[in-house]
């Protein structure tokens, strides 16, 4: 599976932005997507994640209700829909895909076995 990041930009806070992972390769409804982010100086951090079928969704505390992921298997595509963005989500953003993770694992980088690029988030004050 391949995966292209792509939606990043400049904003300023309070803003929104959506981000997008479209992937090429089959069966791409059995991949479980998540997102995870890498600030300056920091660490990466996950930041959501959504199941292969689309119902189940799970994100990072300091993103909860105002991120919200989802995917359109039809279109290979995952999306971050990103509001009420502030100065410390800013960060590379990446997507990662991986089959067979098991509920307790999605938060975990070493569970994705494939890697986006990365898209540049800039959140301005």
């Known amino acids: 599976v391949q995966l292209q990041a792509s939606g990043g930009g400049l904003v300023q806070a309070g803003g929104s932005l959506r981000l997008s992972c479209a992937a090429c390769?089959?069966?791409?409804?059995?991949?479980?997507v998540g997102w995870f982010r890498q600030g300056p100086g920091k660490e990466r951090e996950f930041v959501a994640a959504?199941?292969?079928?689309?119902?189940?969704?799970y994100s990072a505390d300091s993103v909860k209700g105002r991120f919200i992921i989802s995917r359109d298997n039809a279109k290979n595509t995952v999306y971050l829909q990103m509001n009420s963005l502030k100065p410390e989500d800013t960060a590379v953003y990446y997507c990662a895909a991986g089959s067979g993770i098991i509920l307790s694992n999605l938060r975990q980088e070493l569970a994705y076995a494939y890697w986006g690029q990365g898209t540049q988030v800039t959140v301005s004050s």
């Open positions: 959504v199941r292969g079928s689309g119902t189940a969704t």
């Open positions: 390769g089959r069966s791409f409804r059995n991949y479980a």
